[in-house]
């Protein structure tokens, strides 16, 4: 003979008060017991058991709402564990965040150590001993966790000015991708960032940026006007400072890469030429992304177009090729699995191209010396100081020459009216 309700009423109090306070594993063994007792269907049983004290609400056969509150049960308060990574942690995080240019949690994580040491070396923040330990045993999931609500206070897209060159194009191959030994250092991606800020009409300053594939060293160099004589000049000068030999160039299908002069030159220098197809940014994708992270990202998209301005943009380089290489992790893809619609991506840890370099066996140990020597000296707090001063210049000069335009303009209108 089965159980009356009220006794299964009271075994069902009872049973909901152990099935509540023990742990995952032992629900199983309370809930088969609560069966066999009962001889209720284990979905009801289950039912039972998670809301017994609460107010349930049923549909009852004749399409009744029926309410079942169960008796109540005093739950067990459970102590909130302490945090702990306290504000001070997150003071401190998002400063280096912000010193490093706000990156991913992975890029962070990588380069806290290294920022941690140079803060103390050039006696920039005092941290706390307990702060620095807490900041060794931070994960890179809990520091996109700490810094969610900061990374939304602070959210900037490209033109193109690339007319294609119909010269020596038959000449130049195109890169394939197999024609070149990206295992090796050397082989680099160039292109021209204009700085028209949406005005094509007459000269304007360009950027020269060339990436080296394998390392991600990048170097920067402002130019008057996309004129061959400018492009290959500026080209010489970022090809002595690179800490090794360059071995190959792609470019886009531009007039400034693809002529006689630059071609005649790679010839004779035994520097590899080639060109992606046109019309197919992603045959450059590793100068394109250079292109904002590098370029647009601390340039923006303003017109550019006298000689003080250019001359700041070199000085901004200046300071900044070094931010770059030396303080700015990067992830290279190692594999990419395409499964139906999704696909599947695989990084290497984050490493900055300096790291990549020291690493690398084809690079001597004289040039490996010279590398940690420039990077003993530099304080990538200053450099970020010195990087955000020089904005500020060009920014204000912006809006100056703005400001100086519409002054103009409304003179013009003015005069044109009285009339």
């Not at 909901?16 to 049983?45: M, P, W």
């Not at 945090?83 to 001070?88: I, T, V």
């Not at 020089?390 to 400001?403: P, T």
Request: with cysteine.
């Amino acid at each position: 003979m089965g159980l009356s309700m009220k006794a299964k009423k009271e075994v069902s109090k009872e049973y909901a008060r152990r099935y509540k306070k023990v742990r995952k594993r032992s629900k199983t063994e309370v809930l088969d017991e609560f069966v066999e007792l009962t001889g209720y269907n284990r979905c009801y049983a289950s039912y039972i058991l998670r809301n017994w004290g609460r107010k349930v609400f049923l549909r009852g056969k004749n399409g009744d709402r029926l309410v079942i509150i169960g008796e109540f049960v005093k739950r067990k308060r459970y102590r909130k564990r302490p945090r702990k990574y306290d504000e001070a942690v997150l003071k401190v995080l998002v400063m280096f965040w912000k010193v490093l240019n706000f990156p991913c949690g992975k890029r962070l994580k990588a380069e806290l150590s290294e920022v941690v040491k140079k803060s103390r070396q050039f006696k920039e923040i005092k941290i706390p001993i307990e702060v620095k330990s807490k900041l060794d045993s931070i994960s890179a999931a809990t520091i996109d966790r700490l810094l969610k609500s900061e990374r939304k206070k602070y959210e900037l897209k490209c033109r193109a000015r690339t007319k294609p060159g119909t010269l020596l194009k038959k000449q130049i191959a195109i890169r394939t991708g197999t024609d070149w030994n990206e295992d090796e250092v050397g082989y680099t991606e160039v292109d021209l960032v204009s700085h028209d800020g949406g005005n094509t009409s007459g000269d304007f300053c360009h950027t020269l940026d060339v990436v080296d594939v394998k390392s991600g060293w990048t170097d920067l160099q402002a130019v008057k006007n996309k004129a061959q004589i400018w492009v290959f000049e500026a080209l010489e000068e970022i090809r002595e400072r690179l800490p090794f030999a360059l071995k190959g160039i792609d470019s886009d299908n531009g007039g400034e890469f693809i002529n006689a002069h630059l071609f005649n030159y790679c010839k004779e220098e035994g520097i590899d030429f080639t060109r992606g197809r046109s019309s197919h940014k992603n045959d450059n994708c590793y100068v394109e992304e250079k292109n904002f992270t590098a370029v647009r990202n601390y340039v923006g998209h303003y017109r550019y177009d006298n000689e003080q301005e250019r001359t700041l943009l070199n000085e901004l380089y200046s300071y900044l090729r070094l931010y770059l290489n030396y303080f700015q992790p990067l992830m290279k893809l190692k594999s990419k699995e395409r499964i139906g619609s999704k696909v599947t991506k695989k990084y290497d840890q984050p490493k900055t191209p300096y790291q990549r370099l020291l690493e690398m066996e084809e690079i001597n140990e004289a040039i490996k010396s010279e590398l940690k020597a420039i990077y003993k000296e530099l304080n990538p707090f200053e450099l970020k100081r010195n990087i955000e001063k020089i904005q500020n210049k060009l920014f204000k000069m912006v809006y100056l020459k703005r400001k100086q335009i519409y002054s103009n303009r409304k003179n013009y209108e003015y005069n044109i009216s009285t009339f």
